[in-house]
């Protein structure tokens, strides 16, 4: 399969089923355990904060796994490393099952984290080199709307599963969706580049790639960075400032599956702005809208203020998806295209993981509020990097 040679032809939902049933099904997996993944480490004994470090294991497998994704996503090709991924994964959930001790299930909950990195790598590239760069946008943003439309559905599936059969019913959900999801990945066509560019040359290494794209990396990937710091950290703002002000559990999950609610309506729109006007006209707004919420926080006193505040992280968070995805397409070479992309994601996930840990150690240091206001200064930040670093333009011809 080649991109088609006139753009105009290609219709994104031709491809949906191949394209993006494999992450949806990830995501539905992926939904079902995060919320029991704790509450398993506890009943092995752990501690409340050891059970929040099991949980990080997760970020921390697909952060050291990025690089070895990209190398092989770049020798086996991106089917082989979906399906791949997704054997890992299954082994991952079943040792989770069958774990009776901490060690064993913590090492589990890695191999989560390491066979998530290999599979979102593979269906990045995948994507990149299937769908014409007038449409790369919407092909990203959808992309990422599925995975979110799959995190958000997997916890009732798994609900139902884990009342009928207890907690293991929960990884046992994610072992089907995993499976289903390499049983899809098989069925894909294998992708020939367009032009032969990628076979004809030398093999990069990641080093090499480093080095010729290290003005990219140093600019609109430090950009990436704050993106993912922020994004991450939202996450954990919501419940913590709803416990601050004294909100019920039942009304903090509610503010927060609003703000995820709006979150997964407008991908499909925010893809096709960028594909139109350009990657600035998401970006930008994605993080001012984001900052701008996040320096409210501190200031809201009730429920009603909170949720409004919420949905309005959901909003700048929603018009964004696919964002990351889109800029690393946007700047990968033809030739080592996945050892780029591996690279940009470990830039990607270093940003992840230190949002909360930035928010948790000015916290402790200072207040919850400097620390709200921190990250959004960094949303604030993001935006001016991203605004003056992105090109003013439509999509890549790459």
Known sequence: MSKSANPSDFNLWSIAIPAFGPSLLFGIGEGAILPVIPLSSIGMGSSLAGAALVVSLIGIGSLVSNIPASLI?????????????????LLAMLTCVYAHNLWFFGAGVFLIGAAAAVFNLARQSYLTEAVPPLMRARAMSTLGGVGRIGLFAGPFIGAL?????????AYWVAAVAVTAAGAVAW?????????GAVSSGPRPTVVSLLSAHRKVFLTVGIGILLVSAVRSSRQVVVPLWADNLGLSPAATSLIYGLSGAIDMLVFYPAGKVMDKRGRIAVAVPSMVLMGAALLLMPLITGAVTL????????FGNGIGSGLIMTLGADYSPRNGRAQFLGIWRFMADAGGSSGPAILAGLTAAVTLPFGIAATGLLGLAAAAVLGYWVPRNKASAR
């Open 307 to 314: 949720m409004l505040v919420g949905l309005l992280i959901g």
């Open 73 to 89: 996503t770049a020798k086996f090709g991106e089917r082989l490393g979906m399906m791949g991924a997704a054997a890992l994964s």
């Open 187 to 195: 069925w894909l066509p294998d992708l020939v580049s367009g032009d």
């Open 161 to 169: 599963v884990i009342h009928l059969a207890g907690l293991p019913g």
